[in-house]
T-cell receptor, first 115, second 114 residues
Framework: DGGITQSPKYLFRKEGQNVTLSCEQNLNHDAMYWYRQDPGQGLRLIYYSQIVNDFQKGDIAEGYSVSREKKESFPLTVTSAQKNPTAFYLC??????????????FGPGTRLTVL | AQTVTQSQPEMSVQEAETVTLSCTYDTSENNYYLFWYKQPPSRQMILVIRQEAYKQQNATENRFSVNFQKAAKSFSLKISDSQLGDTAMYFCAFISEGNYQLIWGAGTKLIIKP
């Protein structure tokens, strides 16, 4: 089945630790995205990538880092510099076609809790 | 700045009733797309319906339809014959053509009561 997988589903982090959230897609999509979701708010873009080895910051990139070494994979690292990392994190992917919008497909999400 | 506003934090209706969720947006762009996404308790984000701004005809998908008023910058979602499985958070989102960033509203929690 084609789709997006995220792991783990739940993640607990101690203060001062870096953690990495996994996102893999087998849809052959060029673009991948990381969003953060907090209660009572819409999704906010952290980073996105349109091509391997290239990525751009979104609105709330501070305290996060990403890599895009393979087309299928776009891991997100939440660093100790992120002051309030407890949130639900969603990964998405889409095709890239000029002159139109390309639907973003979402993974099941990872719930990160800082202890 | 482009913004999306959903003024109803929570709504509840009886099963089989019709419900309308409101969304307004602000943009100076002329070419853009609008979406309604559903996020059930599983938290999987699912696209419900989309509307291209250049199309005057309102989009429909089975029991879901939109009322797109471009001049008023309004994009409401109507759910007919509501079902228990429609219980979810509903998000309105916007993207301008050629952009990669979806702009999201804060969401409306919809509860369908049996």
């Amino acid at each position: 089945d084609g789709g997006i997988t995220q792991s783990p589903k739940y993640l607990f982090r101690k203060e001062g630790q870096n953690v990495t959230l996994s996102c893999e897609q087998n849809l052959n999509h060029d673009a991948m995205y990381w969003y953060r979701q907090d209660p009572g708010q819409g999704l906010r873009l952290i980073y996105y990538s349109q091509i391997v080895n290239d990525f751009q910051k979104g609105d709330i990139a501070e305290g996060y880092s990403v890599s895009r070494e393979k087309k299928e994979s776009f891991p997100l690292t939440v660093t100790s510099a992120q002051k309030n990392p407890t949130a639900f994190y969603l990964c998405a992917s889409s095709m890239i076609r000029g002159g139109s919008y390309n639907e973003q497909f979402f993974g099941p999400g990872t719930r990160l809790t800082v202890l | 700045a482009q913004t999306v506003t959903q003024s109803q934090p929570e709504m509840s209706v009886q099963e089989a009733e019709t419900v309308t969720l409101s969304c307004t947006y602000d943009t100076s762009e002329n070419n853009y797309y609008l979406f309604w996404y559903k996020q059930p308790p599983s938290r999987q984000m699912i696209l419900v319906i989309r509307q291209e701004a250049y199309k005057q005809q309102n989009a429909t998908e089975n029991r879901f339809s939109v009322n797109f008023q471009k001049a008023a910058k309004s994009f409401s979602l109507k759910i007919s014959d509501s079902q228990l499985g429609d219980t979810a958070m509903y998000f309105c989102a916007f993207i301008s053509e050629g952009n990669y960033q979806l702009i999201w509203g804060a969401g409306t929690k919809l509860i369908i009561k049996p």
